[in-house]
């Protein structure tokens, strides 16, 4: 079993809908979770990290985590074209130096 | 700039050439990351650098590779006899110590033929 699993495929929305993202881990020692964002032929871009169980938000972005049950989400309100991007999870602990990732999902927001 | 740079942005090879890419982390970042990441999967760690040593390194990161980061500021990763399953976007981050937010540069896409 991998230490992060993310249903890699591919989701298109409409424009103005919920995009709503997930991972699942099998580490409990993870203890900082973030999500990236990744444009065709480009490098991850950290969009938000949380280290806590509960919500975050940032504008339109809103990351959950819940410990108990090894689960995160994403959800991207009030989509854009903008939007359309592989949206990668990654976590990490304290003491390993390195962010375990998720396979992807590729993201299409059509106008 | 202040972001993290790679060069170079692409690189094709014939098998069995070595290659040498160059990373030069956000400044004042002492930690520097290597990761891979092959078409449609995550990045993959390979090994990272605290200033100039090299404190971690993945299995993943086989003799063929080697990484340094001489006067812990720019970084390079030498792929030598390279193969065909060495085809990849080769990645470069870099964070504060302490922070947990690494910071990507736009990767080294490399092909071998």
């Known amino acids: 079993q991998k230490e992060v699993e993310q249903d890699p495929g591919p989701l298109s929305v409409p424009e103005g809908a919920i995009v709503s993202l997930n991972c699942t881990y099998s580490?409990?020692?993870?203890?900082?979770f973030m999500w990236y964002r990744q444009y065709s032929r480009k490098g991850p871009e950290l969009l938000m990290y949380?280290?806590?169980?509960g919500n975050k938000e940032d504008g339109r972005f809103t990351a959950q985590v819940d410990k108990s049950s090894k689960y995160i989400s994403l959800f991207i309100r009030d989509s854009q074209p903008s939007d359309s991007a592989t949206y990668l999870c990654a976590m990490g602990y304290y003491g390993n130096n390195r962010l375990a990732f998720g396979k992807g999902n590729q993201v299409v927001v059509i106008p | 700039d202040t972001g993290v740079s790679q060069d170079p942005r692409h690189k094709i090879t014939k098998r069995g050439q070595n290659v040498t890419f160059r990373c030069d982390p956000i400044s004042e970042h002492n930690r520097l990351y290597w990761y891979r990441q092959t078409l449609g999967q995550g990045p993959e760690f390979l090994t990272y650098?605290?200033?100039?040593?090299?404190?971690?390194k993945s299995r993943l990161l086989s003799d063929r590779f080697s990484a340094e980061r001489p006067k812990g500021s720019f970084s390079t990763l030498e792929i030598q006899r390279t193969e065909q399953g060495d085809s990849a976007m080769y990645l470069c981050?870099?964070?504060?110590?302490?922070?947990?937010?690494?910071?990507f540069g736009q990767g080294t896409r490399l092909t071998v033929v």
């Open positions: 949380t280290y806590s169980s």
């Open positions: 580490n409990s020692a993870f203890q900082y």
């Open positions: 650098f605290q200033n100039e040593a090299q404190l971690e």
């Open positions: 981050a870099s964070s504060l110590q302490g922070s947990t937010e690494a910071f």
